[in-house]
């Protein structure tokens, strides 16, 4: 697939998938073009057998500074309503396989929102987030004040969505927003290091586990108990229960093939 504004590598590292946002002037502002091109390859890679893990990131200075506020500037509602942009940020959500976002600088208004829709966030040192839709006249509009209250509280997730301040790595891993911080030069390692983990496991668990846990933000927890049980049932139609269990009996590594 050709594309534009992101460049793709589906073989990045073994069962890894690297997609790295490409609009370095504009602080990888999410524009239309490259949140289609970022729903496309996301949907290429989820049923390409190869991947079972997916990293998605930016460069030193931004991950993303939000939507492309130039393109939207002299938009009206209607013209907005029609775009239907939602539709883009629903497909991306709806990936089965993990989704790392490897963060460093700005990620901020739909860039904090798109770090929040991946699975697990590793951040730079300089990694910033914020919600600062506020201080053009929004607000925020891809799941910021729905996601961040459930990852930080309602306390910090109120305060950055109401003033737009940033917030910086420290405070996002005390926080609970992200996962871990490292040294700039070797955050992209970090997180390949983290996806080589989980691509080691078998892929119908891990998507089936992903799913269950997102149903916990979703749904009450009866419900999502319910879902929960029914995901860890089907688990046990897979050759991979069967390996993983053999594996651990008899002392040995399990070869997980995705059946
Ligand atoms: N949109 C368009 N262009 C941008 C954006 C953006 N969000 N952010 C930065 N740029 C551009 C700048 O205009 C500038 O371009 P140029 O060189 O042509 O003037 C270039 O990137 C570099 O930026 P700065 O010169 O401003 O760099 P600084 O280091 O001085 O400042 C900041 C960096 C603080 C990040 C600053 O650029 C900034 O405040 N950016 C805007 C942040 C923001 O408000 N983000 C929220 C946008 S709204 C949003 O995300 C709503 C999401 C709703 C749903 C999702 C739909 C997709």
Known sequence: METKFIIVEPAYATHIALIRLNRPNELNALNLELMGELRDSLKALDSNDEVRVIIITG????????????????????????????????????????????????????????????????????????????????MPGAGGTQRLPRAVGKALAMEMVLTGNFINAERALKAGLINKIVPVEVYLKEAVKLAKDIAALSPISVQLAKESVNKSYEQNLQESLYFERKNFYMCFASEDQKEGMAAFVEKRKPEFKGK
């Open 59 to 138: 460069n030193e200075r931004a991950f993303a500074a939000g939507a492309d506020i130039k393109q939207m500037a002299d938009k009206n509602v209607i013209d907005v309503l029609k775009i239907d942009q939602f539709s883009t940020w629903d497909q991306i959500k709806r990936t089965k396989k993990p989704i790392i976002a490897a963060v460093s600088g700005f990620a901020l208004g739909g860039g904090c929102e798109l770090a929040m829709t991946c699975d697990m966030i590793v951040a730079s040192e300089t990694a910033q987030f914020g919600q600062p839709e506020i201080k053009i006249g929004i």
